[in-house]
Nanobody
Framework: QVQLVDSGGGLVQAGDSLRLSCAAS????????VAWFRQAPGNEREFVAA????????TYADSVKGRFTISRDNAKNMVYLEMNSLKPEDTAVYYC??????????????????WGQGTQVTVSS
């Protein structure tokens, strides 16, 4: 069973960059597909990006494609989300999620059974 800790959020201006980190412990991290989701106040949790077990495959939401990059370092049990050209609509709590249930990068929250505590990202205009 893996435990996830999200970090790296903050308050930035539109156009700035941030890098979120997800630190994993307690499991064989390279066995997990990992994703980032986000949730803004009053909205449902939405998919942002996902990465396969060895990092050879990634999937992005259309709203972040070309601006965000997901990566992982299995030797360090870490997953990252590099966010560039941030927009006010990117403001949300960002959650790291992991699963061994599937072997592909899924956009669906129900496929992920381990979650971080979330980290707040606020982008001012």
């Amino acid at each position: 069973q893996v435990q996830l800790v999200d970090s790296g959020g903050g308050l930035v201006q539109a156009g700035d960059s941030l890098r979120l980190s997800c630190a994993a412990s307690g499991g064989s991290f390279s066995s997990y597909v990992v994703a980032w989701f986000r949730q803004a106040p009053g909205n449902e949790r939405e998919f942002v990006a996902a990465i396969s077990r060895r990092g050879e495959s990634t999937t992005y939401a259309d709203s972040v494609k070309g601006r965000f990059t997901i990566s992982r370092d299995n030797a360090k049990n870490m997953v990252y989300l590099e966010m560039n050209s941030l927009k006010p609509e990117d403001t949300a709590v960002y959650y790291c999620a992991a699963t061994m249930r599937i072997a592909y990068t899924s956009r669906n929250t129900y496929n992920y059974n381990y979650w971080g505590q979330g980290t707040q990202v606020t982008v001012s205009s």
